[in-house]
């Protein structure tokens, strides 16, 4: 019991350390604005079916969202980067091969899973990812130090859709249309197996939101956004 307490401070330390020192800001939930600005971001993919099936209904209502892209998806389906960076989207990294426990792979191991994604990426569109979400949100002080030693931004959620467990269409848009405030950011996923419901959620979720005033933008137009 002790050694976990002691290994449970140690890494809350580190964290704090990492944010004083200025090596990383605080990891981004929700942003504080008068503005009725919220981010549509996705994680896990891209998914050779299920995302172009999101790119086309954020193409239909002109807006853009950041997708948290995993490394080895992106090396076997980049043409979809590009496509997202063609249309105007962000691109985070979400690891290469999504370890669910971040803090447990240590410095070195979760610096590989972020170049080895940093490559992916520049091989499929010549881009360098400036934003971080880590699997799970799992967040100690072995993500911030590592994200400070990359530059990244940590970036978490504030609204969670929950769709990875397959619920109906209607619980997703439920999920959402509860939560959602100003400065919202909104956790998806694009890549969801055996089956998504999440595209015909979001064909609610998208004009529901624009009917009452919510302007859809990426994270970092989010985050400039900030009082």
Known sequence: MIRIKLAAFVTATAALFAIVCGAVSEPLKKVNTDEMLIALTFDDGPHPVYTPQILDILKEYNIRATFFVVGENVDENPEIIRRE?????????????????????????????????????????????????????NCGGVVASVSGKFGYKIVLWSVDTRDWTHPASGKIVQSVLKS????????????????????????TIIPELISKGYKFVTVSELANAEK
Do not use: M
Request: glycine share 6%; aromatic share 6%; with cysteine.
């Open 85 to 137: 960076i063609e249309e105007g989207h962000e691109v985070g990294t979400h690891t290469y091969t999504h370890p669910l426990d971040c803090e447990s792979l240590g410095p070195e191991k979760l610096s590989e899973e972020l170049k080895k994604t940093e490559t992916a990426l520049f091989n499929a569109a010549q881009i360098k990812p400036a934003l971080f979400r880590p699997p799970c949100g």
């Open 180 to 203: 959602v405030s100003p400065g919202a950011v909104i956790l998806c996923h694009d890549y969801v197996t055996p089956k998504s419901n999440t595209p015909q959620a979001l064909r």
